[in-house]
């Protein structure tokens, strides 16, 4: 345990989500001196007034802003602009008022759909700005990477200490599981897992399979996101990620095998990959903060699974 921690009183927006879930645990580990994670019903963080009364009522010193409306590619070609508008509003007003109430430290979390479309693999975080996101993302990539610049330019100013980083996708017990708003591997365990216990003799999955992606476990991302709240206070973004690049065809084939399900899979050539490639260059959060991630990849998924299966009400619960 670390000293750092025993005084910081720390405020999680989105600590009821996810993410939020996982940092919340290892940080009640850590022992700080208070943890505040207010609800999107206590504080709706898209309004000003708002993240001003938090901030005045909590005087954090340690911010970790994890809120933001997230989803997988349905989600974000469903509802691009209120992703877009959200995701703005509560990055911009929690770094904003991060600086005017002095509070030492923030950290806010980008996301690896902020990444041009055809980005050279491994993506490292100076490839950031040369280029649009996949399309079918964008809206939230850009919305989410303009608090880059916003941090950036008030360090730059005013000395404020934000970090900012950038997680590949994430998976793990506790993700979202409703159709509207999962991601590709709770919806590919929940269809495995439907067709399993209904008996059918395929399932229809989206995409050719060809794209590929880089999966971190919720809790590995977790122990990044603390460990750069305590050690890296730089201007330039970070990577948190595992260095694994995963062929969404291979990927399809182990849920199927640890799920249990033979039957056929059949491509939906109609609906989109997203993004062709993904895997994110590392080394920066292991030279700064000495991340490295843990969990085997089987092994995050084995769990994943087998906390659906034990949890699928409240797994399903969040919806759009
Ligand atoms: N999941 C991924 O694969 C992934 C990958 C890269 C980066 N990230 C980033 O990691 C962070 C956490 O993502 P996640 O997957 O944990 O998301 P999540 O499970 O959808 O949780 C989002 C959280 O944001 C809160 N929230 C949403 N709108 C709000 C509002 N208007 N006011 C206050 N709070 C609001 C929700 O609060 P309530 O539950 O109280 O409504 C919820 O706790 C996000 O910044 C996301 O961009 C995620």
Redesign the pocket.
């Known amino acids: 345990m670390s000293g750092f921690w025993n005084d910081r009183r720390v405020l999680v ?8 879930g996982a940092v919340l645990r290892h940080l009640e580990a850590l022992v700080p001196s208070s943890v505040v994670a207010p ?3 206590e ?4 309004r000003a007034d708002a993240v001003e009364s938090m901030f005045t009522d909590v005087a954090p010193d340690l911010v970790i802003h ?5 989803g997988g590619i349905g989600a974000n070609m469903a509802r691009p602009s209120g992703l877009y508008l ?1 995701n703005l509003l ?1 990055g911009t007003f929690v770094l904003d008022a991060a600086l005017r109430h002095g509070t030492a430290t923030t950290v806010m ?1 980008g ?2 759909c902020s990444y041009p479309k055809h980005t050279p693999v491994p993506f490292s975080e100076t490839s950031l700005w040369h280029g649009y996101p996949e399309e079918t993302n964008a809206p939230y990539g850009v919305a ?1 990477l303009a608090q880059l610049t916003q941090l950036q330019a008030n360090r730059d100013e005013h000395g404020q200490s934000a970090i900012y980083l950038l ?4 998976y793990g017990p506790g993700d ?1 599981f409703h159709p509207s708003v999962s ?1 590709v591997i709770p919806a590919l365990i929940k269809k495995c897992v439907d067709a399993v216990e209904s008996g059918a003799n395929h399932i229809d999955v989206w995409g050719t399979g060809s794209a590929s992606r880089e999966f971190l476990y919720v809790d590995d991302a977790a122990k990044g996101v603390l460990l750069a709240a305590e050690h890296y206070d730089g201007r330039d973004p970070v990577n948190l990620g595992t260095d694994e690049e995963m062929p969404i065809k291979d990927l399809v084939g182990i849920i199927c095998e640890l799920v249990g399900f033979d039957g056929e899979v059949r491509w939906d050539t109609s609906k989109p990959d997203g993004q062709p490639r993904r895997r994110v260059d590392t080394s920066r959060a292991r030279e700064e903060f000495g991340f490295e991630a843990e969990v085997p990849f089987r092994d995050g998924l084995q769990r994943t699974i087998a906390w659906y299966r034990a949890n699928r009400t409240e797994a399903e619960a969040r919806a759009s």
């Open positions: 927006t989105g600590g009821g989500g996810f993410l939020g609800s999107s019903a504080v709706d963080l898209r994890l809120a933001a409306r997230v959200d509560m979390l996301t690896i989410k997680p590949t996708n994430l979202k991601h």
